[in-house]
Each structure stands twice: as C-alpha cells, then as structure tokens.
C-alpha cells in the first residue's frame, strides 16, 4: 500500500523566516498531491494542489514543489507570521485510490 | 456559498451505546468521505459515499457504517461504542473529479466513557 510520510518533529522557526515543511510518499507516484492546514480541534483547510507534470505551484506566501524522482513535494511558506502556526498536511489523490493523509507536521512560528 | 456542515458538534457516549453523526456537504457535491482522527493521530479514512453509494471503505469493523441520501448529505453510524472510538469525526465533501480536492466540515467530537 502507499504511504504518504511527513515529519513528525514539530517547527519551530522565527517570525519572518522561510519555513520548509516535507511530504514524501511511498510506491507509487500520485497524480496530485494536496496540502492542507489543520488548526487544533477543527477541520483541515485546503491550500494548494500540484499535479505531477507541474514542478512548481504558488499562492501568495505559500509555494509547493513536486519532485517526481525524489517522490517528494515541499511546501514553503515565506515570511511566516505567528498566525501560520498550525498543522500541515499533506494528501494524495487521483483516481479512484482511498484518499491518503500524511499524519502532518507542526508549524510553530516564533514572534 | 455555505461550507461543509457536521451535527452535532460534541457528544458523549458511554460504552456499548450506539451513535449516529450527520454531514450536509457543499451545494453540488456528490462525493463524502468520512474521517476518524483520533488525539494526536492522523487522519484515518472511514468512508467514501458517491452518488448514493459506497464506493469505497477504510479499514474499520463492521460497526462503523453509514449511508448517504438522495440530496446527498450522510450519516456515519458507529455500533457498539468502545473507549478508543473517542477521536474527531471528520466530513468532507468533494466533486467527482479526478483532483478530489476535500472541503472539510468543522468535525464532530466524540468521548465514549
């Protein structure tokens, strides 16, 4: 089965900075991936979404990569601000596979 | 354009009870998933409805089961309720494409005592 992993340390950066936030995945290649912010006892939020013949896909602040070779994608948020602390997951789709969920990684920013 | 909505939004059961949580999806969208995140775990896919039918299942016991409707809102009922069914139930709701971007409602909390 596919495994889609994310960090599960937590972090921690200061306000201002770039944060670098990874999601690999495992056996086969999605067709997208998708991430998404969960702020604690709520729903995730959709943010972006890459197709796999894209490299590269932004919005604002944030921008994704996708690295079919490395079956990697990373998500950047720059300038961050304290109000971007929160959980970051990431998810495969396409198809008619089972929508898979990293378990996501903590963003904590730092004034 | 009204969001994904869950009802109810807290509830407490005790063991052996049955429960049955509610989502109404986005206005046009066929497809609803449902999602159990238990504390400080990951999402885990329950459910999958399209259309009115179950197209696809995580891998949960037989008491976790549901049904979606002609207007295609959804139940999940859970059956037999054990301690570790405690977690956030999560409803989303999508149009069938191939993308699948999930619009998620604000969840349902469930502590069984």
């Known amino acids: 089965s596919q495994k889609i992993e994310q960090n599960s340390e937590a972090l921690n950066i200061q306000e201002g900075k770039t944060a670098t936030l990874t999601c690999n995945y495992t056996?086969?290649?999605?067709?997208?991936l998708q991430w998404y912010r969960q702020d604690p006892g709520r729903g995730p939020v959709f943010l972006l979404l890459i197709r796999e013949n894209e490299k590269e896909k932004r919005k604002e602040r944030l921008k994704v990569t996708f690295d079919t070779t490395l079956k990697q994608s990373l998500f950047h948020i720059t300038a961050s601000q304290p109000a971007d602390s929160a959980t970051y997951l990431c998810a495969r789709s396409g198809g008619s596979y089972i929508p898979t969920f990293g378990r996501g990684t903590s963003l904590i920013v730092h004034p | 354009e009204a969001g994904v909505t869950q009802s109810p939004t807290h509830l407490i059961k005790t063991r052996g009870q049955q429960v049955t949580l509610r989502c109404s999806p986005i206005s046009g969208h066929t497809s609803v998933y449902w999602y159990q995140q238990a504390l400080g775990l990951g999402l885990q896919f329950l459910l999958w409805y399209d259309e009115g039918e179950e197209r696809n299942r995580g891998n949960f016991p037989p008491r976790f089961s549901g049904r979606q409707f002609p207007n295609y809102s959804s139940e999940l009922n859970v059956n037999a309720l054990e301690l570790e069914d405690s977690a956030l139930y999560l409803c989303?709701?999508?149009?069938?494409?191939?993308?699948?971007?999930?619009?998620f409602g604000p969840g349902t909390r469930l502590l069984v005592l």
């Open positions: 989303a709701s999508s149009l069938l494409s191939v993308e699948e971007t999930q619009y």
């Open positions: 056996n086969y290649s999605p067709a997208y």
